[in-house]
C-alpha cells in the first residue's frame, strides 16, 4: 500500500471506529462464555425472533451486527469492510456514512426476520454481513452515478465480488443469506437518496448562496 492510499485510509475514521467496536465486542463475548454458545450470544444481544417481538427487545436488530459466532466470521466481516467502506465513506461523508451503515445493520435484520419468520422462531442470529453487504448496495449506486468507477474501485470489480459472495453464501451452512440480499437492497436505496456526485454538491452549494 503507498503513501497516498495510507493517507486516503486516514480519512475514514468512521469505519475504523466501526471496525474496533466490532472487534472490543467479539472480545468481551469470548471473555465472557463464547461467542459460539447461542445462549451466551443471546445474553449479549443476538438477534432472536421471540424476545424482539414478544418481549419488544427492538435493540436486538442493531445490537446483533456487533456481534460474530467466531473469529472466522468476524475476520471475514471485519476484511470486507476495511477494504471497501472507506471508498463509500468519503463519498457520502462521515456523519451520512454512519448513518448510512446503522440504517443497513437494522434494514438487513428486519428483513432477515420477515422472509425467515418461521425459522427464526428457533433461530439466534448475528453478525456484520448485513450491514457490510449494505455498503456494498451503496457503492454499486455510486459506481452507477460515477459512470463505473469510484477512487480505485470500478463496478465490474464490486459485482464480481457481489456475485462470488452470494455464491460462496448459498452453498454454504448455516449463513443467513437473506440478511446479505436485504443489505444489499436497504444499501443500494439509501445510496440513492443520501448520495451525491461531486459535482452535485458544488451544483447545490452555488444554489445555496
Known sequence: MNLDAIQERRKAPVTFLLIVINVLCFV?????????????MVRWGASYAPLIFERK???????????????????N???????LGDNLERALGHMKYLLFYLLCA????LFSLYMNMDAMQRTVGAGASGA?????????????????RLEDLSTGRVFS?????LYYSFTDQGIDNYAHIGGLLV??????????KPDEKEEYLLERT
Do not use: C, K, P, Q
Open 28 to 40: 468481551w463475548v469470548e471473555t465472557h462464555g463464547s461467542s459460539l454458545d447461542a445462549d451466551n
Open 57 to 75: 427487545e427492538y435493540w436486538r436488530l442493531l445490537s446483533a451486527a456487533f456481534l460474530h459466532f467466531g473469529i472466522r466470521h468476524i475476520a
Open 77 to 83: 466481516n471485519m476484511l470486507v469492510l476495511f477494504v
Open 106 to 109: 437494522v434494514g438487513s435484520n
Open 132 to 148: 457490510v453487504y449494505g455498503v456494498i448496495g451503496g457503492l454499486l449506486w455510486a459506481l452507477i452515478r460515477n459512470r463505473g
Open 161 to 165: 465480488f457481489v456475485i462470488l459472495s
Open 187 to 196: 444499501g443500494f436505496l439509501l445510496s440513492m437518496l443520501l448520495y451525491r
